[in-house]
């Protein structure tokens, strides 16, 4: 057994034995940017962009669509960037979080994006490696959040560098009279789709951003957080008929010398080959030498490292680029709800008709808001339901569009025509199965260990499982990072469903995870619970303020 069976093991045991340092206190006076800094970098400003009718919530986490894809341009990777992390408005709504105090202050402003983030510090660093088939010099450019532009860190076509850290040869490029097959990849394979680009998103994880806060807890976090990136990118994208597909198997040493980063402070975690308008890529050969100079700049007088963030990086890059082959995690996969337990039907899950651009920009948490007097529909249940079994299919090189690894329960206190209870749900029947009859509210309030959410107010409490140790034992310490951007997957497309519906919704990590083993039986099965996902209708006219009309 690997490194991370023991950090897999100490998160679910951190509601009962403190992880180290026990008596850890941040410094938020010193804390970090929720950004990277690169003072004298150019800076190209991206520009806008207009979704297509027809590109709904619905339409991005259904199935693959019919007919051509569609390739990207600069306004729609702009658009992408923007809806999905880029700041799009400003948190001043009056709820229950503890950083309620601190919101008028603009120094601590807590800016909107679309895609959720755990603990709201967002420590994705987004690179953009361009080749000649896109629209600005080849280069290696970072996604500045806060401007919403690039930032050119280096000049020259680096891309045929990034394919040979993907495990693409050169020579099997489109040009290549083999075709793009010639690496044994089919065209439209993960290695095949890369093969035929010379445009990456690179996704990269600045420790510090998180840890400074949570320590030793960091890189479970951040691991989810690269998944809620992945999933915002797969939803707005197949709603517009474009394709996202992340790959998470490669050279990351050699990625990570390629952006200038040492992985002990910035791990790389996922690589999407882009399609791109107008240009038959032109591949260049590998770029060994060349690497990116320039260097963040920390805001922090004082950086510490801990064990177990520098221990989980270093057994998740250790056979990075060895990627499973297909149908590897078949021994992983999660169990289907024993047949034999009673069921109660639910309805169809309502069509979701809110544009995703609209959706995205309306995600919030509902912080403390939620009105058990206003119970939730079971339309509503469902398509959320619905929504987070989409989610668990993350598509590229994960291996979870044919092996679904992540099984779901719901804790159902205020639905209407739903028993309260406790439920597996069936996803092949769209069926809830009754684990456990009577109200939850105790049992879940008793297990959470923060003060910003009455879960016994909520409408029901989803609670996505993974057989992790399962997955490790499959596939090595990376799979860790598989699972955890599977259930950050899950989570992004539930608070994007629940958007769309206008309702309330709340993702939390603080809870007891042994006791809901406990009470859902997960002992026998092997089933971890890694987040909670509460859905709920708000209490009405809630204060806040138009920040946008001040």
Request: glycine letters at 12%; aromatic letters at 8%.
């Amino acid at each position: 057994m690997g490194y991370a069976h023991d950090y897999a093991a100490a998160i679910m045991r951190r509601g009962r034995v403190p992880m180290p340092p026990a008596d850890f206190v941040p410094n938020w006076a010193d804390g970090p940017r929720k950004t990277k800094f690169y003072p004298g970098a150019d800076t190209v400003p991206l520009p806008g962009h207009t979704v297509p009718p027809g590109a709904t919530v619905g339409r991005g986490l259904g199935p693959a669509h019919d007919g051509p894809e569609r390739a990207f341009d600069l306004h729609t990777l702009s658009g992408m960037l923007r809806d999905s992390y880029g700041l799009t408005g400003r948190r001043l709504g009056v709820q229950a979080n503890t950083d309620l105090d601190a919101l008028p202050f603009h120094p601590l402003a807590n800016w909107s994006r679309g895609t959720a983030s755990g603990g709201g510090l967002y420590p994705v660093s987004i690179y953009w490696v361009s080749g000649p088939s896109g629209p600005l010099p080849p280069g290696v450019h970072y996604y500045a959040t806060r401007h919403h532009a690039m930032q050119r860190l280096l000049t020259g076509d680096v891309s045929g560098e990034v394919r040979e850290a993907l495990g693409v040869p050169v020579s099997a490029a489109p040009e290549d009279p083999a075709g793009p097959g010639a690496s044994g990849a089919p065209e439209d394979s993960a290695a095949g789709r890369a093969a035929g680009a010379d445009q990456f998103l690179v996704l990269g994880i600045k420790y510090w951003q998180n840890a400074f806060k949570y320590n030793s807890f960091s890189f479970h976090a951040v691991t989810m957080d690269v998944g809620t990136v992945m999933q915002t990118w797969r939803i707005w994208a197949r709603a517009q008929g474009l394709r996202v597909e992340p790959l998470m198997w490669f050279d990351e040493r050699r990625l990570a010398r390629l952006l200038g980063i040492r992985t002990e402070e910035e791990g790389v975690f996922a690589v999407v080959p882009l399609r791109w308008q107008g240009a038959e890529p032109r591949p260049a050969p590998p770029a060994g030498t060349a690497a990116v100079r320039r260097r963040d700049v920390e805001r922090s007088r004082t950086v510490l490292t801990f064990d177990a963030v520098t221990g989980m990086q270093r057994a998740t890059e250790e056979h990075a680029a060895r990627r499973p082959a297909a149908g590897a995690l078949a021994p992983a996969a999660a169990p289907v709800p024993d047949p034999r337990l009673p069921a109660v039907p639910l309805p169809a899950p309502l069509p979701l008709v809110a544009d995703v651009r609209t959706a995205l920009r309306n995600r919030r948490s509902s912080f403390g808001r939620f009105d058990a007097g206003r119970p939730l529909s079971a339309g509503h249940l469902a398509s959320c339901l619905a929504a987070a079994a989409a989610g668990s299919s993350l598509g590229g090189d994960t291996g979870t569009d044919t092996t679904p690894v992540a099984g779901l329960y719901a804790f159902v206190g205020h639905t209407e025509g739903i028993p309260p209870g406790t439920y597996a749900y069936d996803v092949a029947a769209h069926t809830l199965r009754l684990v456990k009859a009577g109200p939850p509210g105790t049992f879940l309030q008793k297990n959470y260990f923060l003060a910003n959410y009455n879960l016994e107010q909520a409408g029901a409490v989803l609670v996505p499982t993974v057989r992790t140790r399962a997955v490790l034992d499959t596939v090595g310490d990376r799979g860790y990072r598989v699972v955890n951007a599977v259930v950050g997957a899950i989570s992004q497309s539930v608070y994007t469903a629940a958007s769309a519906l206008g309702v309330g919704c709340g993702v939390a990590l603080g809870f007891d995870n042994v006791s809901y083993t406990e009470e859902l039986g997960l002992e026998r099965t092997g089933e971890a619970p890694l987040l909670i996902m509460m859905l709920g209708n708000e209490r009405p006219a809630p204060a806040d303020f138009r920040h946008e009309i001040a």
